[in-house]
């Protein structure tokens, strides 16, 4: 192993520890809510927040509502009494989360109540006025909001930014919370309450079920995007991108290796090569640790280059996730995406020349999308298709076949709330508590509502014919 595996914690700025005693420290409990099963991740964003939270003095406890039912949560209420109870789920969620604020508010009266996430920072306001008993709800990044929260928790909540709450009957907007400029400042993430093994369990297919399964960690590399895409949860955030240094990522990865013997891991990034320097400089230095790590991540098709990708794949990447989203050049730019068709066909077959999994998807069915449109899908996924029967090696042929497959499941454009496709298309959907019960615990792979050009029966049945196609693909 490595001398510097041995590294501790990097030092944080934010939520350095404090003596806090009495009526300063408090208790919290974190939720965790499920969106999808089986669980493929643990949750990343409250491990962050409990080492900002724990470094400030707080006690935190998590429960994790893949693992616990309602019924052992109440229990758990039962035996503390939480000053704050937060819960934290995408946009998802909102029945998950409707179910256990009700039950956390009946338990505990005085706690106060607060959401955090992509379902809070997408309609805060909308969510306070369908949930009554939620008290606030932390829009965007939390790391400074909340530590304001603590600190303002028994006076006047106007003073913390970034939090829309309740007041009497009134729902105020504070001012938007400050953003961690420089992230190299923040704690590593405390995965000790979270119990991150029980994950290790869970097989995410039925290939997996079984076999030796992944120990799979998670690391956030970058915050924010290069691009705002209009259904995207990045179209709502005012924040750009912000990188750790690569040192700061290799200790938490190395804590990931050591401490908890992770073999695999998701890179959480948006768009993990931002940087074509900086990404190279990581890629060198996680080779130079020599740890058997296979791992993940997502990228745009513009931010590839065969170099870059053999890096990666030596470095042990062995999957893209690329939203390609359309190979249509009118739906690319109605969602704002800045890329191009032939762009992704490029970034598709570079990415299996250097033997890495590209992870493709399309959208079926933008907002005024027509059956041309649909048509170009078809065409570029053909195209791709004869290329990589064409192949010499015998490796990469398969790679390609399995890399097309791997466009099911076919999505649907699915208008979230908050979104910039959301406030564009709200006047033909329904109301959005009925979107966000839709929504729940769903997938983009169910047809939800329609908002292109098409008949919804025609809609449904490109969507078909082309998971027809990709079904048909041989390995
Ligand atoms: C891992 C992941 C998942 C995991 C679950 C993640 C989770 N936490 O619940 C899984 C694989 C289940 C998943 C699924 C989906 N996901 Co996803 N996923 C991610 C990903 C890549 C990383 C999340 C993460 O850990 N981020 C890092 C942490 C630090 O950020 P964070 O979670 O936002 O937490 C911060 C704040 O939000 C806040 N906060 C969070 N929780 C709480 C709680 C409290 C109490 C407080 C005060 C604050 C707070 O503080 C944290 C620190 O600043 C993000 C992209 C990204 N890079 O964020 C997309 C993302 C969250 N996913 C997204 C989407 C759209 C989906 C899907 C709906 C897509 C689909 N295919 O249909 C599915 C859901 C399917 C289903 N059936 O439900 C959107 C969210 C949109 C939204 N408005 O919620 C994101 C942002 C991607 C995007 N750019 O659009 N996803
Ligand atoms: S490139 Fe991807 S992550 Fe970035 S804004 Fe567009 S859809 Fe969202």
Redesign the pocket.
């Known amino acids: 192993m490595p001398t510097h595996s041995k590294r501790r914690r990097a030092p944080s700025k934010v939520g350095r520890r404090r003596a806090l005693s009495g009526s300063g420290r408090r208790d919290v409990l974190l939720i965790y809510s499920p969106s999808a099963y089986p669980p493929r991740n643990y949750c990343y964003g409250i491990a962050v927040l409990a080492a900002v939270l724990e470094g400030a003095g707080h006690r935190v406890d998590v429960f994790d509502g893949y693992f616990g039912s309602t019924a052992e949560l109440e229990r758990r209420l039962r035996g503390r009494a939480y000053d704050v109870v937060g819960v934290s789920g995408i946009i998802t969620t909102y029945r998950y989360q409707r179910e256990v604020i009700r039950i956390v508010r009946r338990v505990l009266p005085r706690a106060a109540i607060v959401s955090g996430g992509g379902l809070a920072t997408g309609v805060p306001a909308d969510l306070l006025e369908l949930i009554p008993e939620l008290d606030a709800c932390f829009v965007d990044e939390a790391e400074r909001s909340v530590l304001a929260f603590m600190d303002h928790l028994r006076d006047d909540w106007s003073r913390v930014r970034g939090i829309v709450w309740r007041d009497g009957a009134r729902i105020r907007v504070n001012a938007p919370t400050e953003y961690v400029e420089d992230l190299n400042t923040l704690p590593l993430p405390d995965l000790a309450p979270l119990d991150i093994g029980r994950y290790f369990l869970v097989p995410r297919n039925t290939r997996e079920a079984g076999s030796g399964l992944p120990r799979k960690g998670q690391v956030l590399t970058a915050r924010g ?5 209009d ?5 709502l955030l005012a924040k750009g991108l912000r990188r750790r240094r690569a040192e700061n990522v290799l200790a938490e990865v190395d804590e990931l290796v050591v401490k908890y013997g992770v073999n695999n891991i998701e890179f959480l990034d ?2 993990f090569i931002t940087d074509f320097a900086a990404t190279e400089d990581f890629l060198r230095a996680l080779i130079s640790r020599r740890y058997q790590l296979t791992w993940g991540v997502a990228g ?1 098709a513009d931010r590839v280059s065969p170099e870059m990708l053999a890096l990666m794949a030596k470095a042990g990447c062995r999957g893209i996730c690329f ?1 390609f ?1 359309s190979f249509s050049e009118a739906t690319l730019r109605r969602m704002g ?1 800045r890329t191009t068709p032939e762009g992704n066909v490029r970034a598709f077959q570079a990415c299996v020349e250097a033997g890495i999994l590209p992870i493709a998807n399309v959208i079926l069915g933008y907002d005024d999308e027509t059956e041309e449109d649909i048509e170009a899908d078809f065409e570029y996924i053909r195209r791709i298709e004869a290329w990589g029967r064409s192949l010499k090696s015998p490796r990469l042929r398969q790679l390609c076949a399995i890399a097309v497959r791997g466009f099911h499941p076919v999505f649907f454009a699915t208008p979230y709330p908050g979104t910039a496709l959301h406030r564009r298309t709200r006047d033909r959907l329904p109301s959005v508590e009925d979107l966000l019960l839709l929504y729940s615990g769903r997938d983009m792979d169910e047809l939800h509502v329609n908002v292109s050009r098409m008949p919804t029966n025609v809609l449904r049945e490109r969507h078909r014919a082309l998971e027809g196609y990709l079904a048909q693909v041989k390995p």
């Open positions: 995007c290069l691009n705002h895409c259904f995207c949860h990045n179209s948006e768009t745009r939203g989203d995406k």
